[in-house]
């Protein structure tokens, strides 16, 4: 009777680890942000906009976000992409609009959301690993466009409504605040991106632009490190889910 009873309690001290574990692996997995524009779950959305329709089989963005992302100045985070005279050319432009698209949209970026303190989001994204292709052909399409500072997120004149160059930040060409493909992915968000060394189309990188006709790449990508990360925390409970499991065995021997 006591060895059924110490029986049932091991089985059941297994399933609660092998549960943990799944769980913490899917909760990375098809979810939105908790930021300012995020749906709170993803879903099908069929009028995506323009750059942001790759997503519209499953996405985190609204269609009148997938709209306003596409403007200028637009209610989202009243950001200026023009802030120096020179204004951005259409072929740098089109990677910013592609950002937010995949920032807003992607319902594939779980394993780097990380918790904020900040009062207009509680969650952000930490070290996405870009394919370096997305980040080199961005550098690239850049390079000849002006701006006036090399992070993004902070240090901006905003007494108008949207940000100015501070004073004291001058306008260069691009090359001069990001002066590496590097230096531009992931200065620019604060690290929200960091170059991976792997390749479009590897499975092992989030790929900014994609062929929705050859699915989402980016979910087997999220897969992957989903696995890796709470593999680490599964790997830690083997050793005790062998022993549980061993006497399992003998007791009911
Ligand atoms: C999106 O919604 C906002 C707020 O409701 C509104 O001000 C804006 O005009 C809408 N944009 C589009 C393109 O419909
Ligand atoms: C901020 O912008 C306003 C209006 O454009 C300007 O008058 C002010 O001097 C600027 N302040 C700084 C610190 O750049
Ligand atoms: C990327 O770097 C890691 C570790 O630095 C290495 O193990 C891996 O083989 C590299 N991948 C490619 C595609 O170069």
């Not at 550098?139 to 949207?162: A, I, L, P, V």
Request: aromatic share 12%; charged share 20%.
């Amino acid at each position: 009777m006591a060895r059924l009873m110490t029986a049932q309690l091991l089985l059941f001290m297994v399933c609660l680890a092998v549960v943990w574990a799944t769980r913490s692996r899917t909760e990375l997995l098809n979810v939105c942000m908790n930021a300012k524009h995020h749906k709170e779950k993803p879903g099908p959305e069929d009028k995506l906009h323009y750059q942001c329709s790759p997503w519209k089989k499953n996405s985190c963005c609204s269609v009148n976000t997938s709209q306003e992302i596409h403007k200028d100045i637009s209610y989202l985070y009243n950001f200026n992409w023009d802030h120096c005279p020179e204004k951005m050319t259409p072929a740098c432009k089109r990677h910013f609009i592609q950002d937010v698209c995949l920032y807003e949209c992607s319902p594939n970026l779980g394993p780097w959301i990380q918790q904020v303190d900040q009062s207009w989001r509680k969650e952000r994204i930490l070290n996405v690993p870009l394919c370096k292709e997305d980040c080199e052909r961005w550098w690239e399409d850049c390079r000849t466009s002006y701006t006036c500072k090399s992070n993004w997120h902070k240090g901006w004149n905003w007494t108008s409504g949207f940000n100015q160059c501070p004073v004291e930040a001058a306008c260069h060409p691009f090359s001069f605040y990001f002066p590496t493909p590097e230096a531009l992915c992931s200065n620019i968000w604060s690290n929200s991106y960091k170059v991976s060394n792997y390749s479009r189309g590897s499975g092992r990188c989030i790929q900014m632009w994609f062929d929705p006709a050859q699915g989402n790449p980016n979910e087997e990508v999220a897969r992957f490190y989903a696995e890796a990360m709470s593999g680490a925390g599964l790997q830690g409970t083997q050793p005790l889910l062998f022993s549980l499991t061993l006497k399992l065995l003998w007791l009911l021997h």
